[in-house]
């Protein structure tokens, strides 16, 4: 469960990043609102996550998602240029994503180990 708070969390970071840019610098109220509330949830379950994962694992997955995301959602939403290089570097931070999770001691397994 809490790596799908994880993720949740990195999703709502990339609703907020791209809502920051929405408001127009908080100027416009309802992107500011609901930036705001994207925010207070990504980080409730970022803290949520934190209680069985490991904290460099979690925030570095975390911030992760919120910043490929970002960069995928610049791109196709707010037409920034996909330039080669630039894919090229989400691409290996998508995989220092996998690879993190791929390595991360899973709580319950070691828990499960134990109790035998």
Known sequence: MAWLYLIIGG?????????????????????????????????????????????????????????????????????EPAELLKLLFVALLIGGIVGLKMISADPNKEEEATAE
């Open 11 to 79: 999703l709502l970071e990339i609703g907020w990043a791209f809502g920051l840019k929405e408001s127009q610098g908080f100027t416009l109220l309802l992107p500011s609102v609901l930036t705001v509330l994207a925010m207070i949830a990504s980080f409730i379950c970022f803290a949520k996550s934190m209680k069985s994962i490991e904290i460099g694992t979690a925030y570095a997955v975390f911030t992760g998602i919120g910043t490929a995301g970002t960069v995928i959602v610049g791109m196709l939403v707010l037409d």
